[in-house]
């Protein structure tokens, strides 16, 4: 039982079925304080079905989620949102509202967004969007807004370590960002989890996973084909296996983790 | 970049507390004006001896107690409760197009009004309960909760309603409606059918002291819990599987939302009619002023729909006096145009999906 609680989130087991179809089966998987791990896959894979059914949002047909050592569903809705924070790809806001008021929506797990506005400030400093604060979402570009729903996740978990667990689940975070602002993201997510957060990031560039990521879980036809560090994960078989592609895998001379490319 | 439309959301957010105290302000001056104006003009010193008991002519008493209160503060209750109504409907919706009226939830309210109303009296004449006027509220709020259900099942499938769902259940709905109405009055008496026709188009001429009284829980309650649901509809703006992240149960909210709106909605049905478009106009008229956030939409709303409602009102029983202008046929005036530029509107912005 103690290894339960040490980890943040454990899954076991956890398959989904819609209708007849199954979309999701047999995933096991451990994320750990201080942990990032990647979750990586062609589409269709089933990465946001699994991260569905790992924050909650899909109940597992059958297998466990278990969350701080309490399965996910024993939990209070309010007491789970101020630990942990998901970003799921986004849908439009349909009202005017600012870019800061959406950034203190991320307080209201905790009820205390009137005494944020430093940290909420803060937070948009670091995802760069501080200067977009009072104008209406309605106008921001796409990856405007990614960086200002990046923010609310942000505060909603606080921007330091607490006593409490703390957990990111982001789903393609950076599918609308640019060059500089998705090492930006990605460099935030590290910092988070140096602090002792645990993050699970969807992501789709396997070089930026390599990059950041402490962990690498290889997804196919909804089935964890690989799970390892970077260095174990890529490699020329397994990509060829789950994307269907001959890649080159070299050693990134920035960072020294493996930089996949593919052969032409 | 840095348009002037880009930085309006600042410039909303101002003053809020003094754009509410304002639209106070208003509504007690406007209710006033409401209480002094009709077929006998009363001046406003007068009103107020006959408010406080002290008045000496004991008609004009009369008049003030029994009919131009009651009205007045009818008026505003309909008016609070419909805008609320609305406003609750956008937010649960994520659509600014949403109004109980035109979504259908109305239609449903007037089907089971109507029901009491004539078949009531024409298949079981002599049942004592049909004829209760208590009885009324409740069976709108049947019709309009289980309308109000349908249009939830139908169109906010997996976290994302599509709005052009909304509206077709509502253009469903309100044909039913229609029919069913239709054949009522082809079921009534004369006399009953004149009642029924003005009240499709929305009066608040029936108002009396236990009109108000059978209203009031409805309404009253559907604008004192309405504030309660603001920051979850705040939330419920991201979406709704954001909402549940963010710790709010959504189930239970949706639930609890469309109960209160249709009970609020019911009641206004049962007693004033179909007075259309309030719903939508006044939360956007609020939202242009002081932003989208819930906590301040729904008392905004509370206060500017008991103006407009009372305004209208007031309008709809001087314009032709000695006679009396349905309501509903002055919100639709004013309701219908307003929609199709909000329509226009929501066009540009790619609201459709």
Not at chain 2, 129 to 134: E, G, Q, V, Y
Request: net charge positive; aromatic share 6%.
């Amino acid at each position: 039982m103690k290894e339960f609680a040490e980890m943040i989130l454990r899954a076991a087991k956890v398959t989904y079925h819609a209708g007849p179809r199954c979309l999701v089966s047999g995933i096991d998987f451990t994320l750990g304080p201080g942990e990032m791990v990647a979750l990586l896959g062609p589409n269709g894979a089933g990465k946001s079905t699994v991260l569905k059914l790992l924050c909650g949002e899909l109940r597992p047909s059958s297998g466990t989620v278990v969350f701080g050592g309490k399965p996910l569903g024993q939990w209070a809705p309010r007491e789970l949102a101020r630990r942990r924070a998901v970003l799921p790809q986004q849908a439009m806001v349909p009202f005017e509202f600012s870019a800061m008021e959406i950034v203190m929506l991320g307080r209201s797990p905790h009820g205390d967004a009137g005494k944020c506005v430093g940290m909420v400030l803060e937070a948009m400093e670091w995802t760069e969007c501080r200067h977009l604060a009072q104008q209406s979402v309605g106008t921001l570009s796409g990856g405007e807004l990614q960086r200002v729903h990046l923010a609310r996740v942000l505060v909603q978990i606080g921007l330091r370590a607490s006593g409490s667990v703390r957990c990111l689940m982001l789903d393609e975070p950076i599918s609308n960002l640019d060059l500089s602002h998705q090492h930006g993201a990605l460099r935030i997510a590290r910092e988070i989890a140096s602090q002792g957060a645990a993050l699970l990031v969807v992501l789709h560039d396997l070089n930026l996973a390599a990059q950041y990521a402490d962990r690498i879980v290889l997804l196919k036809q909804g089935r964890i084909v690989a799970a390892g560090t970077p260095s174990e994960v890529l490699c020329t078989e397994l990509i060829g296996e789950v994307f269907g592609v001959r890649a080159r895998v070299i050693k990134n001379p920035v960072c020294g983790s493996p930089a996949v490319f593919l052969e032409s | 970049m840095e348009s002037p439309g880009r930085m309006r959301a600042s410039s909303m957010k101002r003053g809020r507390g003094l754009f509410l105290l304002g639209l106070a302000a208003a509504l007690a001056c406007l209710s006033m004006v409401a209480l002094c104006v009709g077929a006998v003009k009363i001046p406003p010193r007068e009103i107020l001896e006959a408010l406080t008991g002290r008045a000496l002519d004991a008609k004009l008493e009369t008049v003030v107690w029994h009919l131009r209160v009651p009205r007045v503060l009818l008026g505003i209750m309909v008016g609070a409760a419909l805008s609320v109504a609305g406003a609750l409907m956008q937010g649960l919706f994520r659509n600014p197009l949403a109004d109980p009226g035109l979504i259908g939830i109305s239609s449903g309210a007037a089907l089971g009004a109507v029901f009491v109303i004539t078949l009531g009296g024409v298949v079981l004449p002599e049942a004592p309960l049909l004829s209760d006027m208590r009885l009324l509220p409740v069976s709108a709020f049947v019709g309009a909760l289980i309308v109000a259900l349908i249009v939830q099942r139908l169109a906010a499938t997996s976290g994302y309603t599509s709005v052009a769902t909304v509206l077709l259940v509502g253009i469903a709905v309100n044909s039913l409606a229609t029919a069913v109405i239709g054949l009522s009055t082809f079921l009534a008496t004369d006399t009953q059918m004149r009642a029924l026709s003005f009240w499709m188009l929305g009066s608040l001429g029936a108002a009396d002291w236990k009109m108000i009284g059978i209203a009031a829980p409805f309404c009253l309650g559907l604008t004192a819990v309405a504030p309660l649901f603001a920051p979850a509809l705040n939330a419920f703006a991201l979406g709704e599987a954001e909402a549940g992240h963010l710790g709010y149960s959504i189930e239970r909210t949706k639930k609890l939302l469309i109960v209160v709106t249709a009970a609020g909605v019911g009641a206004c049905v049962a007693f004033t009619g179909l007075i259309g478009f309030v719903g939508l106009v006044v939360p956007h008229l609020v939202r242009l002023w002081i932003g989208p956030d819930h906590r301040w939409l729904v008392p905004g709303s509370v206060l500017l729909g008991g103006i407009l409602l009372t305004l209208a009102d007031t309008i709809a029983r001087t314009v032709v006096a000695p006679a009396e202008l349905p309501i509903g046929i002055l919100t639709a005036a004013f309701g219908g145009p307003f929609f199709l530029l909000l329509l226009l509107r929501a066009r540009r912005r790619a609201l459709w999906g």
